[in-house]
């Protein structure tokens, strides 16, 4: 079997297929029509696929014949690309809503199927897909969906297709450790709402409902408190202030209250507060409960920006982001930058690292946590002065199994860090004649009649006049082209 993708088949022929096509990449697709529906579809397309070799490894005259159909469709935001056979049917799903403009999938495709589109425009308000593919030339590999960092697309297969596990994606997890509580911190603070938390112990009303007329005295210590939650999620006499996070101060609240008409100084928040912070004076009617509770995380919707990581006071999440790198501005590219007005960086990027400096001592237009990053490259594509820098220098990735195809992948990984995607070699040899170099025979300039060049000039010369008059240019734009050549012939004649 070939190293290469069976993409290099050409197009409207019999291929006679050896296996390549349940690999990388399937037959090549049809070109494109419109039925009735709207729905992009491509004229049916015949490949011939050999019985199995003999012993002496012959061919069988006898081959089946698979024919190719492939459509898109559009539902809502998601452009729906399939390819159809007897064998399989496989479907890209890309939203276009979802994806960021980072362009990995368009750097990596080895056939050159997807082309980005105006990413900064995008970025700064335009409704459009920052992706498009070319139908024709893709090959459904499925390189775009299982490297795309935020989930823009998603790939599914029926039939006798390859295992999923002979084709690597990111090595990339936020798992949540045996020190989570859990509390609040990490649901609120995640810019992509992945975080889920439920709590599961019961609520102060629950085991010891609100006692009329109790007397005491409740004191939250704001240097032990870490805003976790816990106590407002426990008793409503807690009153959690939500706040926007920013890359400066990620923390999802900023003041805790309490509602004294609400308390009964019942001292079961100063028992399940795990920091301390809460002293009660007061009656104890029962035992506090234990904090329990899970924490869910959408691996769909996570980018693994590490917010959550940065706002865990217990050290409870456990994280790897797809790829490593380095961040950096380039300062002469930033002398025409407007924060305030474009912003297509911070539109684009799915961490949300991106600010503006409020300290008036702080020269920076322009400033980034970089803790946060992905190293996606989204906001280096939105940047139309070219003044953001990224920098890779590893992408974390599964095993890439012995496979037809291992060669183009981990060329499409290495092109991630290196920039340079080889692709597919398509080059075809051919001997071309070479042409003997011709003595220079000098070139002869037309001659210029200096007669019909005076009458020329003398002819503009006496327009000049009307042309340069206000009033007959008035009557040349408003009037009828009658009244303006009269005009104009007066003016001349004067």
Same mark, same amino acid.
């Given at each position: 079997?070939?190293?290469?993708?069976?993409?290099?088949?050409?197009?409207?022929?019999?291929?006679?297929? $050896?296996? *390549?096509?349940?690999?990388?990449?399937?037959?090549?697709?049809?070109?494109?029509?419109?039925?009735?529906?709207?729905?992009?579809?491509?004229?049916?397309?015949?490949?011939?696929?050999?019985?199995?070799?003999?012993?002496?490894?012959?061919?069988?005259?006898?081959?089946?014949?698979?024919?190719?159909?492939?459509?898109?469709?559009?539902?809502? =935001?998601?452009?729906?690309?399939?390819?159809?056979?007897?064998?399989?049917?496989?479907?890209?799903?890309?939203?276009?809503?979802?994806? #960021? $403009?980072?362009?990995? *999938?368009?750097?990596?495709?080895?056939?050159?199927?997807?082309?980005? $589109?105006?990413?900064?425009?995008?970025?700064?308000?335009?409704?459009?897909?920052?992706?498009?593919?070319?139908?024709?030339?893709?090959?459904?590999?499925?390189? +775009?969906?299982? %490297?795309?960092?935020?989930?823009?697309?998603?790939?599914?297969?029926?039939?006798?297709?390859?295992?999923?596990?002979?084709?690597?994606?990111?090595?990339?997890?936020?798992?949540?450790?045996?020190?989570? %509580?859990?509390?609040?911190?990490?649901?609120?603070?995640?810019?992509?709402?992945?975080?889920?938390?439920?709590? =599961?112990?019961?609520?102060?009303?629950?085991?010891?409902?609100?006692?009329?007329?109790?007397?005491?005295? &409740?004191?939250?210590?704001?240097?032990?408190? #870490?805003? +976790?939650? &816990?106590?407002?999620?426990?008793?409503?006499?807690?009153?959690? %202030?939500?706040?926007?996070?920013?890359?400066? #101060?990620?923390? /999802?609240?900023?003041?805790?209250?309490?509602?004294?008409?609400?308390?009964?100084?019942?001292?079961?928040?100063?028992?399940?507060?795990?920091?301390?912070?809460?002293?009660?004076?007061?009656?104890?009617?029962?035992?506090?409960?234990?904090?329990?509770?899970?924490?869910?995380?959408?691996?769909?919707? +996570?980018?693994? +920006?590490?917010?959550?990581?940065?706002?865990?006071?217990?050290?409870?999440?456990? @994280?790897?982001?797809?790829?490593?790198?380095?961040?950096? @501005?380039?300062?002469?590219?930033?002398?025409?930058?407007?924060?305030?007005?474009?912003?297509?960086?911070?539109?684009?990027?799915?961490?949300?690292?991106?600010?503006?400096?409020?300290? /008036?001592?702080?020269?920076?237009?322009?400033?980034?946590?970089?803790?946060?990053?992905?190293?996606?490259?989204?906001?280096?594509?939105?940047?139309?002065?070219?003044?953001?820098? &990224?920098?890779?220098?590893?992408?974390?990735?599964?095993?890439?199994?012995?496979?037809?195809?291992?060669?183009?992948?981990?060329?499409?990984?290495?092109?991630?860090?290196?920039?340079?995607?080889?692709?597919?070699?398509?080059?075809?040899?051919?001997?071309?004649?070479?042409?003997?170099?011709?003595?220079?025979?000098? &070139?002869?300039?037309?001659?210029?009649?200096?007669?019909?060049?005076?009458?020329?000039?003398?002819?503009?010369?006496?327009?000049?006049?009307?042309?340069?008059?206000?009033?007959?240019?008035?009557?040349?734009?408003?009037?009828?082209?009658? #009244?303006?050549?009269?005009?104009?012939?007066?003016?001349?004649?004067?």
């Amino acid at each position: 079997m070939s190293e290469k993708y069976p993409e290099e088949c050409s197009e409207q022929e019999t291929h006679v297929c $050896g296996g *390549c096509c349940c690999g990388a990449g399937e037959n090549e697709e049809p070109e494109k029509g419109e039925n009735e529906a709207g729905k992009l579809e491509s004229e049916e397309f015949e490949f011939e696929e050999p019985a199995e070799a003999g012993p002496e490894g012959s061919e069988s005259e006898n081959q089946e014949k698979i024919t190719v159909t492939t459509s898109m469709d559009l539902q809502g =935001t998601h452009f729906l690309y399939t390819q159809a056979t007897e064998k399989s049917l496989k479907t890209l799903d890309y939203d276009y809503k979802r994806c #960021n $403009g980072c362009g990995i *999938c368009v750097e990596i495709c080895p056939t050159k199927a997807l082309e980005l $589109g105006p990413v900064h425009e995008i970025a700064t308000g335009l409704d459009a897909p920052a992706v498009m593919m070319d139908l024709e030339k893709c090959t459904f590999c499925r390189m +775009c969906s299982n %490297l795309c960092p935020v989930h823009a697309i998603s790939f599914e297969a029926v039939g006798e297709v390859p295992d999923e596990k002979q084709y690597p994606k990111y090595d990339t997890y936020v798992n949540i450790n045996e020190k989570c %509580l859990p509390c609040a911190l990490c649901e609120g603070a995640c810019p992509q709402d992945a975080i889920e938390v439920e709590f =599961t112990f019961p609520k102060k009303e629950e085991i010891a409902p609100f006692k009329e007329g109790a007397e005491g005295e &409740i004191e939250i210590d704001t240097d032990k408190c #870490n805003f +976790c939650g &816990i106590c407002a999620r426990f008793c409503d006499a807690f009153i959690l %202030l939500e706040r926007e996070p920013t890359p400066e #101060n990620p923390v /999802p609240f900023e003041q805790i209250l309490v509602d004294t008409d609400k308390c009964d100084y019942c001292v079961l928040c100063q028992d399940i507060c795990p920091e301390e912070a809460i002293k009660v004076k007061g009656e104890r009617p029962c035992e506090a409960p234990k904090v329990e509770g899970k924490v869910k995380v959408d691996e769909l919707k +996570c980018t693994q +920006c590490a917010r959550c990581k940065a706002v865990c006071p217990y050290e409870a999440v456990d @994280l790897q982001k797809p790829m490593e790198g380095k961040l950096s @501005l380039i300062e002469l590219n930033l002398k025409e930058c407007d924060p305030q007005g474009c912003r297509g960086c911070f539109n684009v990027c799915p961490s949300e690292l991106w600010y503006v400096p409020t300290d /008036p001592e702080d020269p920076r237009k322009i400033a980034f946590a970089e803790d946060f990053c992905m190293y996606c490259g989204a906001c280096v594509k939105a940047c139309h002065l070219a003044a953001i820098k &990224i920098e890779r220098t590893d992408v974390h990735h599964t095993e890439i199994p012995d496979t037809p195809w291992a060669t183009q992948w981990k060329d499409a990984i290495e092109s991630l860090k290196t920039g340079v995607r080889k692709g597919v070699d398509r080059a075809v040899f051919r001997e071309t004649e070479t042409l003997k170099a011709q003595k220079f025979m000098g &070139i002869e300039f037309p001659c210029t009649d200096e007669e019909t060049l005076a009458a020329v000039q003398a002819k503009i010369n006496s327009l000049m006049p009307a042309l340069k008059s206000a009033k007959v240019r008035k009557l040349w734009e408003t009037d009828s082209p009658e #009244n303006a050549a009269a005009a104009v012939k007066k003016k001349i004649e004067s």
